[in-house]
């Protein structure tokens, strides 16, 4: 019987750093990278104003039962088919993407270590910290470049919502972090550190000793 994928879930405040991390994280192990903004709930329903007027922060913003349900599945090697969200549109896409899971697969987003159920799933936990000045100019950068936002409708909304949700249901997630990564280090100390756990979870030794050796 095929032994269980191992699991990376990195959690922490928007413009943190959680997928530059996990990018790099992805690069090192040949792993796999799932993003929870995938499982956003669809709000084709509402009018463009309701949708505006959401708040993406909370986390019950996202289909948590589907994200657990297809992150078990994947856990023990089934294939799932993926759903796709459409920022622009804040809907949900008809079509879906197959992921075959490899041996690592990498979680990534705000409440990755929101619910105990997921938290469960995950043999390395991972919290990447910054502080909020740092974490608007990010977020500000890429919604404008990505997301087709305006600089000042990201600002409010950071004001209104992102913030303050994150000091209720993010930042309190840190206990649970095996790691803990400043989103302002260096990357490649971030990542050694995440291997280093990675590999003693593994069963395969300190990957800082591996490297000695």
Request: one cysteine or more.
């Amino acid at each position: 019987m095929p032994s269980e994928v191992h699991l990376i879930g990195i959690a922490g405040p928007s413009g943190a750093g959680k997928t530059y991390l996990a990018t790099h994280l992805a690069a090192a192990l040949n792993a796999d990278l799932l993003g929870l903004d995938r499982y956003y709930r669809d709000l084709s329903h509402l009018s463009p104003e309701e949708r505006a007027r959401t708040n993406f922060d909370d986390p019950r913003a996202l289909e948590h039962e589907l994200l657990i349900d297809q992150v078990a599945r994947l856990r023990i090697r089934e294939n799932v088919h993926l759903p796709i969200y459409d920022f622009a549109t804040h809907t949900r896409s008809e079509r879906t993407e197959t992921l075959h899971p490899a041996e690592v697969l990498i979680l990534e987003g705000l409440f990755t270590l929101h619910w105990p159920a997921l938290r469960e799933l995950l043999t390395t936990r991972v919290y990447v910290d910054m502080h909020d000045e740092v974490c608007l100019v990010r977020r500000q950068a890429r919604d404008v470049r990505e997301r087709g936002r305006t600089p000042e409708s990201v600002i409010e909304q950071y004001r209104a919502t992102v913030a303050p949700m994150a000091q209720l249901y993010v930042r309190p997630t840190i206990v649970h972090a095996d790691v803990v990564v400043g989103g302002a280090e260096r990357i490649e100390d971030g990542v050694a550190r995440v291997l280093d756990h990675y590999w003693q979870a593994a069963g395969r030794g300190s990957h800082l000793a591996r490297n000695r050796t």
